[in-house]
C-alpha cells in the first residue's frame, strides 16, 4: 500500500525555515521586552545564557557533557554575571580570567589540551558580561542594546534573504560551504539600513550617519563571529552546536555574530568612554 504523501502545509510545518520562523516570532518579543525592562530578569536571562552556550562549549572541545570544565566555567559565568549585574565589572573580568584559569590547569592535569578553557572565557564569557555593561549605561544603556540587537539580527536576516535570492561566488568555502558574498553585502546592507532608520525615531538624537556606521561595523562582527563558530565546529567535526533551539541548531549557533558584535561595541564604548574622560 502506497504511503499518503505529506500535504504542502505538513510539508511546511516540518521545513527548517518554519520552524526557524515560529521561533523567531516567540523568542524576539521576549528577549526585546526583557532588555527593554533590564534589571534582574535581564542578568538572569545572560546568566542563564552564559551557562547554556558554556555547555554547548565544553561539550564541541571534551567531546563529552558535564565535564569537569564545564562546572569550573559555569560557575566562573554565574559568578562574573552576579558581579556585573551589581556595578562591579573589573572583579566580574578578573573572576572570569581565574575561572579560565582553573579550568585551563584542570585539564592540563588531565592530560588534555589546556588552551580551550581561556578560549571559551574570551569568546562566551567576557561578552556576556559586557552585553550586561553595555545594557547598564545609566543614559543610553537601553538605546544601545536595542541597536546592537536590531544590528545583529538585521544582519542574519539580510544575509539569508541576498544569499538565498542572489546566490554567487562563495567566500570561504573551506570554512562555511552556505554563505555567499551576495548574502554578506546584502546582510550588512541591512543592517546599514535599519540602524539608520533608528535615527529617524530620534530618541536619542544620533545622527543617521553614526547610526550608519555602527550598523556596518556590528554588521561585519557579526559576520566575523558566524565564521569564527563555522571554523570551530569544522574543526572539530561537527554540524550544529547543539539542539537547543528548534530548528536552530544550538544556542551558539544563534549567537556567534551576537557575541562578536557584543565585543565589538564594548570596545568601542570603553575606548570613547576612555579618551572623553582622559
Not at 571534551?62 to 556585573?84: H, P
Not at 581561556?118 to 547598564?136: D, E, H, K, T
Not at 539542539?243 to 558584535?261: E, K, N, V
Request: aromatic share 12%; proline share 4%.
Amino acid at each position: 500500500m502506497k504511503p499518503a504523501e505529506n500535504s504542502p502545509w505538513q510539508a511546511l510545518a516540518a521545513s527548517k525555515v518554519f520552524k526557524r520562523t515560529v521561533m523567531i516570532l516567540l523568542l524576539a518579543p521576549v528577549a526585546i521586552l526583557i532588555v527593554w525592562f533590564g534589571g534582574r530578569m535581564f542578568s538572569a536571562l545572560i546568566a542563564f545564557t552564559s551557562i547554556v552556550l558554556v555547555f554547548e562549549w565544553t561539550r564541541i572541545v571534551d567531546r563529552t557533557e558535564f565535564s569537569t570544565a564545564f562546572y569550573v566555567l559555569s560557575f566562573t559565568a554565574i559568578s562574573s554575571i552576579f558581579l556585573a549585574a551589581g556595578g562591579s565589572y573589573q572583579l566580574a573580568y578578573a573572576t572570569a580570567l581565574a575561572g579560565g584559569l582553573i579550568s585551563a590547569i584542570s585539564e592540563r592535569l588531565k592530560g588534555r589540551s589546556s588552551q580551550w578553557p581561556m578560549i571559551g572565557i574570551f569568546y562566551l564569557i567576557m561578552p556576556c558580561i559586557a552585553f550586561v555593561w553595555i545594557r547598564n549605561g545609566p543614559e543610553t544603556g537601553r538605546s544601545l542594546t536595542l541597536l546592537l540587537l536590531v544590528a545583529v539580527w538585521a544582519t542574519d536576516i539580510g544575509a539569508y534573504v541576498f544569499g538565498k535570492m542572489i546566490g554567487g561566488p562563495l567566500m570561504a568555502p573551506a570554512i562555511s560551504p552556505g554563505k555567499t558574498w551576495a548574502g554578506a553585502f546584502g546582510g550588512i546592507l541591512t543592517a546599514m539600513t535599519c540602524c539608520s532608520f533608528i535615527a529617524l525615531l530620534g530618541s536619542e538624537n544620533w545622527s543617521i550617519w553614526v547610526l550608519a556606521m555602527i550598523g556596518i561595523s556590528l554588521s561585519i562582527a557579526t559576520i566575523v563571529g558566524d565564521f569564527a563558530e563555522s571554523a570551530l565546529k569544522r574543526y572539530f567535526g561537527i554540524k550544529d552546536s547543539g539542539g537547543f533551539i528548534p530548528g536552530h541548531g544550538g544556542l551558539l549557533d544563534r549567537l556567534d555574530g551576537m557575541l562578536f558584535a557584543t565585543a565589538a561595541l564594548a570596545l568601542v564604548l570603553f575606548i570613547y568612554s576612555f579618551t572623553s574622560t582622559g
